[in-house]
């Protein structure tokens, strides 16, 4: 199906009140130390909600997505930023990014939705893409943890009127199949370094998403890899959005 792109993504950042502070207190803080760099890769940007502000912490930035109507938006909003380019690909390839040219990958809110397959299909081209050293940050799906749950055992008559009543928390289309230990291990599989993993709950209590950190490392000895459970990250939006009413 088809989405409908009228708020440009932005009905994504309403529990930290607007993308302008899920931004500067969600997600900057956790990248900080990639930033500033050289070239930037985001995959699938949408209508460029996080391209935004990245585009202000490098030389250049590659935004690649899938979908023709998100690029073509990027493609307008960008107009302005010479060192935005801005590709359409098939939704995992990266060929049009040269070898080993990328400091630092991003990507939030897409990654959670993919099959195996493709997410290892982007890591695997991560390998090349990097250079020795660059980093990369990836919010990705940790649902497969649950999903042989006895919540998830309930048949949808049971769970959809305790979902509405917010007894019971819901998946938001979270790819079953994923995990953070599996991200984890596909990583180690194409020459890429976990450094840490932080669990976090989205829009319920269960963590069923991972904001992985990683970096490409030809070294044979790797550090342990941070794991990180927070299950108060929606508290944490919670009073970003606080704080950015008392400020207005």
């Known amino acids: 199906m088809k989405y409908d792109w009228q708020e440009a993504g932005e009905e994504w950042s309403v529990p930290w009140g607007s993308s ?5 207190g969600t997600i900057l803080p956790r990248i900080s130390d990639c930033l500033p760099t050289g070239t930037i890769l985001e995959i699938a940007p949408g209508f460029g909600r996080w391209t935004h502000y990245l585009k202000d912490y490098c030389d250049e930035l590659w935004a690649v997505d899938k979908s023709s109507e998100c690029i073509e ?86 769970t959809k009127p305790l979902i509405k009543a917010k007894v019971l928390d819901w998946a938001h289309h979270r790819n079953p199949g994923m995990t953070a230990a599996l991200f984890r291990a596909l990583c180690a599989e194409h020459g890429l370094h976990c450094i840490s993993q932080e669990l976090v709950n989205w829009r319920g209590r269960r963590l069923i998403d991972c904001l992985s950190l990683f970096e490409r490392s030809d070294s044979a000895q790797q550090t342990r890899t941070k794991i990180i459970r927070n299950p108060g990250f929606m508290r944490e939006a919670a009073r970003i959005r606080r704080a950015g009413r008392k400020r207005s």
Do not use: T
Not at 20 to 24: E, F, I, L, V
Not at 85 to 96: I, T, V
């Open 73 to 158: 938006a990027c493609i307008q909003r960008f107009a302005a930023a010479p060192h935005v380019h801005c590709f359409l690909n098939d939704g995992r390839s990266l060929s049009m990014v040269p070898d080993n040219s990328i400091d630092f990958v991003f990507s939030f809110d897409s990654f959670v939705h993919p099959n195996r397959d493709i997410v290892e299909a982007y890591l695997q081209e991560l390998r090349r893409k990097l250079k020795v050293g660059g980093k990369g940050f990836i919010h990705h799906s940790n649902f497969g943890e649950y999903v042989n749950s006895p919540r998830e055992r309930l048949p949808d008559f049971v």
């Open 20 to 24: 302008a502070a899920q931004w500067a």
